[in-house]
Every structure is written in C-alpha cells, then in structure tokens.
C-alpha cells in the first residue's frame, strides 16, 4: 500500500469553480501534513500545512481527519493560475523526512 | 525573499561517471536535505544533513551517494559511478531547526545519464 495515495486526476475544471482533492496516508503515526504545489518541472512549493481543526487561507481550505487517515484541499473560485499538481506530504513522528504522494494535476480552463 | 540555489541547471554525465550537484541553503537554515524526482514519478526523500552528520537517510541513499559542507555555505550531493536510472531531477531543500513548515527547495538540478 502507498504511504499516501492521491487521485491523479487531471481535474479539468472552469474558472470560477470549486474544486476539492482528497488525499489518505497508511500510517498511523504521521504527524505533519501539508499540500505543496507543483508547476510543471518546478520545484514544490508550500501551500498550506494541514491542522487537525482545518485551516484556511483565502481561497483553500485544507481539512485532516485523524481517525480516516485522511486530507482534503479545497480550492474555491478558481483561478487559471491554480493549474498545477498538487502535492500531499506527510512526516513521521520525529523525524524531517517529508513524504509524498503522487500529486494530482488540476487545470483551470478560461 | 531568501533562495536556496543550486547549479547546475542541468548536467549531462556519462554512465560510470562521478557527478557533484551543488546547493546554497539559505543563510540561517541548519537543516539541509537532498530529495529527487524521477520524471512523471513523486519526489522523493533522499538524505538530511544537521550539525555536519546525516540526520536521516532513505533506502534510496546507498554507498553510491555521498553529502558534504564542504565550507560555511555550500551543500554537495555526490553520486559515484552514475548509473541510468539515477536520471532525475534532484532537489535541495533547506529549513530552520525545529520548523518543518519551513522547508524551501531550490529550483533542482536536472541529472541526465547517458
């Protein structure tokens, strides 16, 4: 199994909609979380990290739900440059280390 | 807004070869990491370096991969007698202690191995 499993997507979406990415992590013992952004060929770049009581910042909202295992972003009124992968990364208790998923591609169609 | 840099862009190297990648941490950051990403796959961890030892390592970072601070600002990642899967894009990323949160990667070095 996958330490932390996306939906590739693509998710082709218009400007100006809501769009949401899940994201499950294997273990139980992650203790930090976030969604980084990838342009393509570019080096990742944080977006957001994820707290237990959801957070948010602007436009995205992210959500972590301990028992499930489980992440969420959700991007609202969406903009052409949103276009991009979004990453999922988890750290292991103690250590630094990030891990990620795969990503999931959005792109934001005028 | 502080950078870390690396350089090459891109380098070329034959099978076999030795190659040294080079990074620029930012300034005030102690922790300092190497990851790669292997084109259309996820990027992934190989080493972190703190107080001049490695603090962690992946399994991906074999005998063949070697880090070092050579001076007060530089980071190198060695890889001895490349081979062709070690193709990639490597990245460098820095963070202050205790602040994960506060990782920034540099702009990676694109490895081809012919």
């Known amino acids: 199994r996958k330490e932390v499993e996306q939906d590739p997507g693509p998710f082709n979406v218009p400007e100006g909609a809501t769009v949401a990415f899940n994201c499950t992590y294997s273990?139980?013992?992650?203790?930090?979380f976030f969604w980084y952004r990838q342009d393509c060929r570019k080096e990742p770049k944080l977006l957001m990290s994820v707290y237990s009581s959801g957070n948010e910042d602007g436009r995205f909202t992210a959500q972590l739900n301990r028992a499930s295992q489980y992440i969420s972003l959700l991007i609202r009124d969406s903009k052409l440059s949103d276009s991009a992968t979004y990453l999922c990364v988890v750290t292991l208790q103690g250590r630094r280390a990030l891990t990620f998923g795969s990503g999931t591609r959005l792109q934001v169609q005028p | 807004e502080p950078e870390v840099t690396q350089t090459p862009s891109h380098q070329v190297t034959q099978m076999g070869q030795e190659v040294i990648l080079r990074c620029v941490p930012i300034?005030?950051?102690?922790?300092f990491y190497w990851y790669r990403q292997i084109l259309g796959q996820k990027v992934e961890f190989l080493v972190s370096?703190?107080?001049?030892?490695?603090?962690?390592k992946s399994e991906i970072f074999d005998d063949q991969f070697s880090v070092e601070r050579p001076d007060g600002s530089n980071f190198t990642l060695k890889i001895r007698s490349t081979k062709l899967e070690d193709s990639a894009m490597y990245f460098c990323a820095s963070s202050e202690v205790g602040d994960t949160n506060g990782y920034t990667f540099g702009s990676g070095t694109r490895l081809t191995v012919v």
């Open positions: 273990n139980s013992a992650s203790q930090s």
């Open positions: 370096f703190y107080n001049n030892e490695i603090s962690e």
């Open positions: 300034s005030n950051h102690l922790y």
